[in-house]
C-alpha cells in the first residue's frame, strides 16, 4: 500500500496542468447512492446545483432517477468507466462509498488521476480516514464518528447544538449562563475571562441577530458561542 501511494503522488506531479474549469461549476459527482450519498445529492439538488449519480446497484440508481439530474449504473473502481461518464469535467465529487474499503480507495485514485480539483470521501474509520489523506483525497469526512462526538455534546451538558472544527475550534448554540445575563457583553469580559466569543443572539419569540459589545444578553436568550473547543464546553457548563 505504501508503494502504491507513493507511485499515485509521483505520478500526479508528474502529469501536465489541468486545464481550468469555468467559474462557479456546480456540478458535482456523486459515487455511492446509500444512505450518507443519496441525502447528500438530495440536498445539492435542493441548493441548485447538477448531480450526477452513480451506483453499481441498479436498484439505487432508478430509485433516484427521477429526483437527480443524472443517474447512472456504473462501476466507478474502473477508471474508463469514469471517463465515459465525463466525470474528470466535473468540478467536485463525492465518494459515498463506506463498507467497501477498497473500492473507496480505488474510486478516490481514479477521481485524483483524473484530476478532479475538489474530492471529498466518505470514511468508516480513522485507519480508513488516514488512508484516503495519505492517497491525497482533499476532504475526508467520518460522518458516524463525528454525528456521535456532536450528539455526545448535545446530551452530556446544556448545548442546543454543536460544530467542531479541524484546528480544535468549535460553534456552539447554548442557552446563556448567568455569567452573561443582565449586561453588556463588554462589560460580563466573557471574552477575556473564557477565552470565547459569543457571535449571535436570539430572544424568545425573534430571530437571531448579530451580537456586539453593546449587546445585553438576558436570562433565557440563546446565544451562539465560538472559541477553542475546551473553552467552549467550560463555559457552556456554566450555571
Do not use: C
Not at 93 to 121: F, T
Not at 143 to 158: F, I
Amino acid at each position: 500500500m505504501a508503494n502504491y501511494l507513493h507511485n499515485l503522488r509521483k505520478r500526479r506531479r508528474q502529469r501536465p496542468a489541468e486545464p481550468l474549469r469555468p467559474a462557479g461549476d456546480q456540478r458535482v459527482a456523486v459515487i455511492g447512492l446509500g444512505r450518507f450519498g443519496s441525502s447528500l445529492a438530495n440536498e445539492l439538488m435542493r441548493r441548485g446545483w447538477d448531480v450526477l449519480g452513480i451506483d453499481t446497484d441498479a436498484r439505487l440508481v432508478q430509485r433516484y432517477s427521477d429526483s437527480l439530474t443524472h443517474a447512472a449504473v456504473a462501476d466507478s473502481t474502473d477508471p474508463e468507466v469514469l471517463n465515459q461518464l465525463g466525470v474528470h469535467e466535473f468540478s467536485s465529487a463525492v465518494v459515498g462509498i463506506g463498507s467497501d474499503i477498497e473500492a473507496s480507495i480505488l474510486v478516490s485514485s481514479n477521481l485524483l488521476e483524473a484530476g478532479v480539483p475538489n474530492i471529498w470521501a466518505k470514511a468508516i474509520s480513522r485507519q480508513h480516514g488516514k488512508i484516503l489523506e495519505r492517497l491525497g483525497v482533499h476532504h475526508v469526512v467520518l460522518p458516524e464518528h463525528e454525528m456521535g462526538e456532536r450528539v455526545a455534546h448535545l446530551v452530556t451538558g446544556r448545548m442546543l447544538d454543536f460544530i467542531e472544527f479541524d484546528d480544535d475550534y468549535a460553534l456552539v448554540k447554548t442557552v446563556a449562563p448567568r455569567v452573561a445575563t443582565g449586561q453588556t457583553l463588554g462589560q460580563s469580559r466573557v471574552r477575556s475571562a473564557y477565552g470565547i466569543t459569543v457571535v449571535g443572539i436570539k430572544r424568545p419569540g425573534e430571530d437571531f441577530t448579530y451580537a456586539t459589545a453593546d449587546t445585553v444578553v438576558e436570562e433565557g436568550d440563546i446565544i451562539v458561542v465560538t472559541g477553542k473547543t475546551g473553552a467552549v464546553e467550560t463555559f457552556t457548563e456554566l450555571p
